[in-house]
Structures are given as C-alpha cells and as structure tokens.
C-alpha cells in the first residue's frame, strides 16, 4: 500500500509481495553464462515484506528509500569448482533469508541532461544447503549520466560497482570479487540519415572478475557509424 503524506511530494510505502520464479537453463545462464549443464532445477518462491519512502522535491529531484526482508525457497546458487576454478555448478539452497536495503535517485532537467544512481546492500542469511550465498553480489552502485549538451551531441557515462561477491579459489578457500566499471562516451548526429557514436569502457582499466576467473577487458574503445535508411 502506498500513502502520501502531502500530495505529490511525500509518500510512504508498505506492503507484501510473493511471486514464483519459474527458473530455466535460459534464465539461470542469463546470470551466470559459465554454468555447467543442468541435471535438475527447482523453481523459486519469494516472499518480501517491505516499507519505504518516496519523495519528489521540487520540479527535478526525487528519491526513493527502501528496507525489505525476503525469504527464499529453492533458489540457485552459482558455486565455482575448487580445482580448475572456472565451472560454476548450479546449487539449490531450499531456504535463504535476505535483509535488503535499496536507494535511488534521479536527478532530471526536461531533455537537457539525466542522472540516476542506485545503492543495494544485501545481507544473506539462513541458509540450509549452502556454507555462504555463493555468487549473488551483497553490496551493489550503479550510476547513469545523460546529457544532450548540444542538439547534435549526447554525452553520457555509466558506473557499476560491487563487492563482497563469495567464490573458491583452485585449493578450495573462500574469496570475495569486487570490481569497478566505468565507462563513458558520446554520440553526434551528423545528418538526418547518419550519425556517429564512441565509447570509453572499462576507464580505471581494473580487470575485474564478476566471475571467478573470467575478468573482464581493461580500458578499451570502440566506436561506429549508424546509418538510418
């Protein structure tokens, strides 16, 4: 349920939510694209009890404030081998509990520029089957950037972070991934029929692991022309 404290500014949200998740080797590799072949997968009940705030101030700003506490049932778990170090198995965890906190804000000015960022900490617990929540990301920032500083030129840029992600290494101990991903670029509008676009990944140049063992690319460039027929 949901109910404003002043109309259009102030607004307090509470509620339940339960869905089922009809897991699939589509869905599943969508996350994790190095699992092993599956031999069996249960499909996933979650039940979420929720509160929050959210807030529009003035013409531009706004935010959203949320704390949720979430069971899970049967929900896959994604735990690298400890010897080659790269096969991820597909685990059931029958029971798993989460205390989830979220943020996000906007920031946006008509057509001229966007800015977004998001926060999510999770703290896994309970579990059943499983020593540790294996490869489901506790603390996660995400941040976009939009800005047409020009009729023709859109400039933008994007952050993702994470940390505290469990894994094995190859003598079988615990680790825990974390990474930043920043990234930036531009397009122009050449004519009404072609335009041009560029973009910078990866700019701190850290070769992350999302993954155990499969990091990601440094800095690198790439850039092309679009043509509208």
């Not at 190095?34 to 929720?50: A, G, H, K, M, V």
Request: glycine share 8%; proline share 2%.
């Amino acid at each position: 349920c949901e109910a404003y404290v002043q109309q259009n500014v102030f607004m307090v949200q509470a509620g339940w939510v339960g869905r089922f998740i009809n897991n699939s080797f589509l869905s599943v590799s969508t996350v994790n694209p190095y699992i092993r072949d599956l031999t069996f997968l249960s499909n996933t009940i979650e039940l979420q009890y929720y509160g929050g705030i959210k807030a529009t101030l003035g013409k531009h700003f706004s935010f959203n404030a949320k704390a949720a506490f979430i069971t899970y049932n049967n929900i896959p778990l994604f735990v690298n081998d400890g010897v080659v170090g790269n096969i991820f198995l597909v685990k059931n965890e029958s029971k798993m509990s989460d205390l989830q906190l979220h943020g996000d804000m906007s920031l946006v000015s008509q057509d001229k520029f966007t800015l977004t960022a998001g926060l999510d900490l999770n703290t896994y617990t309970g579990l059943s089957n499983n020593a540790n929540a294996w490869g489901l990301i506790p603390v996660q920032l995400t941040g976009s950037f939009r800005w047409n500083a020009f009729k023709q030129v859109l400039l933008k840029a994007d952050l993702f972070a994470f940390s505290g992600v469990p894994a094995l290494v190859k003598n079988v101990t615990e680790t825990k991934t974390k990474g930043t991903d920043l990234s930036a670029g531009a397009e122009f509008k050449i004519t009404k029929k072609f335009s041009a676009w560029l973009d910078l990944n990866n700019i701190l140049n850290q070769k992350y692991q999302r993954w155990n063992n499969y990091p990601v690319y440094g800095l690198n460039i790439i850039g092309g022309i679009i043509a509208h027929f």
